[in-house]
């Protein structure tokens, strides 16, 4: 069976890698997460797009491991901050990767924007890096709002307190085959769809 | 002696303008601060611009006193952070006026952002309204860089981790005559000499 690097120990973003890749059709990759292969140096996430950040780590993980390898950075984009968080999202608060405390300082740098200026979206930058191939970079996006206050506990990162457009539930609310429907990350990974059945 | 108010309860402030207003050969105008005035509802600062908030709150202080009234909306803008902080300037952290939560959480954002792409800027806009006269906004812009780390004592807000253009010191290392003469809030108050000449 061929394997396909994700550049991630994110479980919850393996998973649904592997829910896109069957609802695609693509049997025969097995995916992998950076805890299933020999540790590397991963690269910082210190690129000024998420496109970049997407390619260095995919580019890094591809040439570590010799597996084709798909990397993604994704982040909110916020209005009222100019599209900040951006590809600072995941170290909003300064401390990388704790969720409750990014969120909690946007709501609070939030507080008194109302409700019709507080638009935002989600972005996905997905980028695959395959070894003597090419390479390839899709996004996606997700348009909404911010919430509030946080609710739901599906998903990570800032889904508490994102309402897709359209919707009353926060996309912490939502079930995971709904979300991979429309969400930024479900958008642009099926954009890899094609290239990935090449490999399989 | 005529009156005037400027629209804060910041000391440091008040002085500066004083210090602008003397420098400036504008006697005989004296220059109160909130503290000085009848209490009276203060305007959240809820603009999207510096210059809506300055307009706001100038607008509010001359309504309630009846007096002169200059407001200044103050801020820094980030490169790196596609100009913010901006308008949320003093309130980055999520709490109002804490300054060494916010430049701190700045510092935080920006640790893995290279010298290069350390660009900012301070941004000030002031407004002048005259009861039964006219309604003056003005602009002043100090370009320079962020620092690695906080240094200085003079100011407050940003000022030390705030590198102008072509100095080695933080803001908050220059002597006050020094940034009056170059700093964005004592360039747009020196625009407003002209029109605080005419009340004297």
Redesign the interface.
């Known amino acids: 069976m061929s394997k396909l690097l994700l550049a991630t120990r994110n479980e919850g973003k393996l998973a649904e890698l592997r829910r896109i890749l069957a609802a695609g059709g693509v049997e025969g990759l097995e995916v992998l997460g950076l805890a299933d292969v020999a540790e590397f140096e991963e690269i910082?996430?210190?690129g000024?797009t998420f496109e970049e950040n997407a390619l260095l780590k995919a580019r890094a993980a591809a040439e570590a491991t010799g597996l084709p390898s798909v990397a993604d950075d994704s982040g909110l984009v916020v209005d009222?901050?100019?599209?900040?968080p951006?590809v600072?999202s995941a170290?909003?608060?300064?401390?990388h990767g704790d969720d409750e405390a990014n969120l909690?300082?946007l709501?609070?740098?939030l507080?008194?924007?109302?409700q019709e200026?507080r638009g935002a979206g989600f972005v996905c930058a997905a980028a695959l890096v395959v070894p003597g191939g090419g390479e390839t970079v899709v996004h996606g996006d997700w348009g909404g709002e911010i919430a509030w206050e946080p609710r739901g506990t599906n998903g990570f990162g800032y889904d508490p307190i994102f309402l897709p457009e359209g919707e009353t539930r926060t996309s912490a609310e939502l079930g995971s085959a709904e979300k991979d429907a429309v969400s930024h990350r479900g958008l642009a990974l099926r954009e890899l769809l094609p290239y990935l059945h090449e490999l399989a």
């Open positions: 910082a996430e210190t000024a009222a901050l100019n599209g900040m951006g600072l170290r909003w608060s300064g401390r909690e300082l709501l609070a740098q507080a008194d924007v109302p200026r």
